[in-house]
T-cell receptor, first 114, second 112 residues
Framework: GDSVTQTEGQVALSEEDFLTIHCNYS??????LFWYVQYPGEGPQFLFR?????EKGSSRGFEATYDKGTTSFHLRKASVQESDSAVYYCALGGPNSAGNKLTFGIGTRVLVRP | EAAVTQSPRSKVAVTGGKVTLSCHQT?????MYWYRQDTGHGLRLIHY???????EKGDIPDGYKASRPSQENFSLILELASLSQTAVYFC???????????FGPGTRLLVL
């Protein structure tokens, strides 16, 4: 079945550091790929998505590029702020006649020190 | 902006008791979902629905029932709550297939 692997369980950084969270997927065809962010006490919020090979998604300074060759959708941000501390989820949505069943990774907790 | 609300926001239940979690959306979305969140597992789909009066099993449906009485409302029912069902539960909605899902704030359930 479809699966998403996030390599890093937790990442600790200082403000202005470069952030990379690795996301690799396993699915047939061309699934849509998503990044969600979850702040403490809240539900996951949609960050952005990409649906085609080489398509770049971006929002709030974060970006990721759909790479079918390496089956990856790594999240990057050039200069993090303390307010970026949150849990980040990579997800994939396969085409399904009965609905859009997102498959989530286990999440990566990002802690940014001031 | 999309609006998904959940009630209650937190609940303490006894083992063997019945628990109903409610979700309401004002997005006019056809699809609604229930997920549970556990440390080390991320978000896992329990049940979903794409039309009123119909529900579908997700990846982990055992021990849960769902009800979609209207387009706006979607409930998750635990007929006999168990300790293993202690988790945070999220409801979400989306327009349709492969569309972005919008999540509610979650319900924290503790089963004792």
């Amino acid at each position: 079945g479809d699966s998403v692997t996030q390599t890093e369980g937790q990442v600790a950084l200082s403000e202005e550091d470069f952030l990379t969270i690795h996301c690799n997927y396993s699915a047939s065809g061309y699934p849509a790929l998503f990044w969600y962010v979850q702040y403490p006490g809240e539900g996951p919020q949609f960050l952005f998505r990409a649906s085609r090979d080489k398509e770049k998604g971006s929002s709030r300074g974060f970006e990721a590029t759909y790479d079918k060759g390496t089956t990856s959708f790594h999240l990057r941000k050039a200069s993090v702020q303390e307010s970026d501390s949150a849990v980040y989820y990579c997800a994939l949505g396969g085409p399904n006649s009965a609905g859009n069943k997102l498959t989530f990774g286990i999440g990566t907790r990002v802690l940014v020190r001031p | 902006e999309a609006a998904v609300t959940q009630s209650p926001r937190s609940k303490v239940a006894v083992t063997g008791g019945k628990v109903t979690l409610s979700c309401h959306q004002t997005n006019n979305h056809d699809y609604m979902y229930w997920y549970r969140q556990d440390t080390g597992h991320g978000l896992r789909l329990i049940h979903y629905s794409y039309v009123a009066d119909s529900t579908e099993k997700g990846d982990i449906p055992d021990g849960y029932k769902a009800s979609r009485p209207s387009q706006e409302n979607f409930s998750l029912i635990l007929e006999l709550a168990s300790l293993s069902q202690t988790a945070v539960y999220f409801c979400a909605s989306s327009v349709g297939n492969q569309d972005t899902q919008y999540f509610g704030p979650g319900t924290r359930l503790l089963v004792l």
